[in-house]
């Protein structure tokens, strides 16, 4: 199971031996970099320069006569009450957070099944997060909420104050609606928590000086009782100061097993795992690199994201290839597993163009999403003892499967199919067979009749076929005078898949514009080797895979360096600034969301230090070496012709944080280059913590691009 922390740098959809946190290999002075005075969050200077940046930039958006109309649009999408509210199963009842114009920070509610079902269900507000702010003072965003089978009485509601990934934790009644007077209450902190039994809990934080890591995430885990203070806690697991981070979880089944497990993540994409079992702690035989999706009767369900060989004495050794499907007890794993009885542990083995997007696990049975060549498909699972049985469950062709929510009292599962130009359905199955049910539609949200999709491949620098998806206008002119946006993400095993975006449709593509979507290495679009090619210094393949897609396009007549633009966020924000870096002649703009861009202090900077297992680390001199050729920041040149981009990000992302964005600014405004520049001061990583923010934040990017490509 990855860690949030770890799996995502997420795009705008969880690290090699660190260092101590004090520690910095190569120091870096103000005469070699003039604007580490930018990395003081919430300095005075910092902020009067965002100040200025921000009236600046808005000043020319606004003042473009499309942003109010892009404004309206974007307002009306977001703000729409016939969205499909989302489903989260706890227990039988259907919970749902929303967010409206009336209820700006959102509320959580509840349904029945059947009452959710029906064209406007019967909804009880549980939580009201703009009553709760107001009444303590508080900016809160919700983080979600974790409660205890099998009774689903008390939960864990996580909230976060201006949307940073820190938050605080404290205990909730259901039945009463109200926070437990007296009850668990976890401070502010990067953490993960979760219940051993209603008395008791299992903590990872920060629990004092010396408790976290480089990265500035908990490494020490305790549990503590109720009516205990945090200086009470029992230690159970302590990690080391240059892991990432520990963390624990807690497993439950439709049977009523509870497995208890500990990760120890010691870099971005290997870690550790940990039984906490009726006799102690003990370390489990599996692999580093892997995810873990849930229980079902008594066994870990779970992929090895390399391939791995599992030996036991007595038995035959088995290889299992990176990310195939699998099933083992907790007690087959331990150094003194029982002999194997005959049972397979393979659920299902993906080929070569096929990938293990999503795995949920009900009562019981497996769901997954798996997709070939980026197209999805829906499979159960059910446990035969000696075989998997596998049976297809219906869903329509051509399309993205996203699995919702999942029941863990019966087999109900939740899914939803899209494509670009086909809205969302949400549709509810029984996992052991039947047919599906129509449950929700989403209305369409722009004319798609004059669109078509089509998939198309090229070859990069190394001869690998890159495919990649374009959305355009039905009999459009291969005349090199379409407005495109070329977007990717080709990081951290993410997938870049087809989906129903309103605001693109109705801004973009109902103006004659031409998306583009890009399956990059360093995605999982075809499972974990498709990642592995583009780690650390041979990093230029995914850069070069969307050079290759972009001259592609060009090269076919879609567009031209004139028309063309790109957009990305977060490790996808690398992606833009690299590419505005290396080919300023292939584009004429460059959206960059809350970018990663200084890769020689990125260790230094928010979560980077985590992030050592995907980019590298200066510490080791041929991954710096391939950093200082390749990092936007320290490769921004005076006198080169770059195209005029814009940065988007937020003061409260303490995941990324601001700073790359604001000293690759300040840079180019040095050297007289021309940017635009806009710091939302809440929402965390996303840079928007509602959906006015978002729709502010949609008409902004839209009117930047409509203004460089369409004019």
């Keep these: 199971m990855r860690l949030l922390m770890i799996a995502t740098l997420a795009a705008l959809a969880l690290p090699v031996p660190l260092f101590s946190a004090l520690a910095e290999p190569h120091p870096v002075s103000d005469s070699v970099d003039p604007y580490l005075w930018l990395e003081d969050i919430h300095g005075a200077r910092a902020l009067a320069w965002i100040e200025t940046e921000n009236a600046r930039s808005l000043k020319v958006l606004k003042g473009d006569p499309r942003y109010e109309r892009f404004h309206n649009a974007a307002l009306e999408i977001v703000n729409a009450t016939d969205r499909i509210p989302a489903p989260a199963l706890i227990g039988s009842t259907i919970y749902n957070y929303w967010q409206d114009p009336t209820n700006v920070r959102g509320v959580w509610r509840r349904a029945t099944p059947g009452s959710y079902a029906a064209k406007a269900p019967a909804w009880e507000t549980v939580i009201d997060l703009d009553q709760l702010a107001k009444a303590e003072g508080k900016n809160w965003i919700w983080h979600g909420a ?32 109200s926070f437990v007077d007296g009850g668990f209450v976890m401070p502010t902190s990067k953490q993960d928590v979760d219940w051993l039994d209603d008395d008791t809990l299992i903590v990872a934080r920060d629990w004092g000086p010396g408790t976290m890591t480089a990265s500035s995430y908990p490494f020490v885990v305790k549990t503590l009782k109720r009516g205990q203070s945090l200086g009470e806690a029992t230690e159970v697991f302590r990690g080391k100061p240059d892991d990432v981070g520990v963390s624990p979880v807690v ?70 290839e990176a990310g195939s499907l699998l099933a083992m007890s907790p007690q087959e794993l331990t150094p003194d597993a029982p002999p194997e009885v005959a049972e397979s542990h393979l659920v299902f083995q993906p080929g070569p163009r096929q990938s293990v997007e999503q795995v949920a696990v009900t009562a019981n049975r497996i769901v997954a999403a798996i997709y070939d060549n980026v197209r999805g498909s829906l499979t159960s699972f059910e446990d035969k003892g000696d075989r998997w049985g596998h049976a297809p469950l219906p869903v329509a062709a051509n399309s993205s499967v996203t699995i919702d929510t999942a029941s863990d009292v019966n087999d109900d599962v939740y899914f939803g199919v899209e ?5 969302t359905h949400l549709w509810k199955t029984d996992a052991a067979g039947g047919a599906p049910v129509d449950l929700k539609d989403l209305p369409a949200r722009f004319d798609a009749s004059g669109s078509v999709v ?53 801004i973009w593509l109902e103006n004659g514009g031409v998306y583009v979507l890009a399956n990059i290495r360093g995605g999982g679009e075809f499972g974990p080797a498709w990642h592995d090619a583009g780690l650390k210094t041979h990093r230029q393949l995914v850069y070069d895979d969307f050079a290759a897609v972009a001259k592609d396009l060009i090269a076919r007549g879609v567009t031209s360096p004139r028309r063309l633009g790109i957009q990305g966020g977060s490790n996808g924000g690398l992606l833009m600034g690299v590419e505005f870096i290396q080919h300023p002649e292939l584009w004429r703009a460059v959206d960059i969301q809350v970018p990663l861009l200084d890769m020689l202090r990125i ?76 710091e939302n001061t809440s929402g965390g990583h996303a840079a928007s913590g509602n959906l006015q923010e978002r729709a502010e934040r949609v008409a902004l990017e839209f009117t930047y691009l409509a203004h460089k490509l369409m004019d």
């Design 251 to 320: 497993l439950h089944d439709g049977d009523g097993h509870q497995v208890v497990l500990i990760f120890r993540s010691i870099d971005t994409f290997h870690q550790e795992t940990y039984w906490l079992s009726p006799r102690g702690l003990v370390r489990l035989n599996l692999p580093q690199k892997i995810d873990i999706h849930g229980l079902l009767h008594g066994k870990l369900i779970f992929t090895p994201e390399q391939e791995w060989v599992f030996e036991k004495s007595q038995v035959p050794q088995a290889t299992y």
């Design 454 to 506: 089509e998939q198309h491949e090229v070859a990069s620098s190394d001869g690998t076929k890159i495919p990649y998806f374009i959305v355009h206008p039905k009999g459009m002119k291969l005349d090199r005078s379409n407005p495109t946006i070329l977007y990717a993400y080709g990081g951290f095993q993410i997938s870049m898949l087809p989906s129903y975006s309103a605001t693109i449709g109705k």
């Design 419 to 423: 494509g670009f130009l086909a809205p």
């Design 603 to 678: 260790e230094q900077l928010g979560a980077g230090a985590s992030w050592v297992g995907e980019y590298g680390s200066v510490t080791v001199p041929e991954e710096r070496a391939f950093w200082e050729r390749t990092s936007p920041y320290q490769n921004l040149k005076p006198g080169v012709a770059y195209p005029e981009p814009f940065f988007v990000t937020a003061t409260s992302d303490d995941r990324v944080t601001p700073v790359h964005a604001r000293k690759m600014a300040a840079k180019m405004a040095a050297m007289g280059l021309p940017f635009l520049y806009f």
């Design 146 to 177: 974790n409660c205890l089978p099998p009774t689903y009485r008390r939960c864990l509601v996580s909230l976060s104050d201006g949307g940073t990934d820190a938050d605080t934790v404290r205990e909730f009644d259901l039945a009463s609606k």
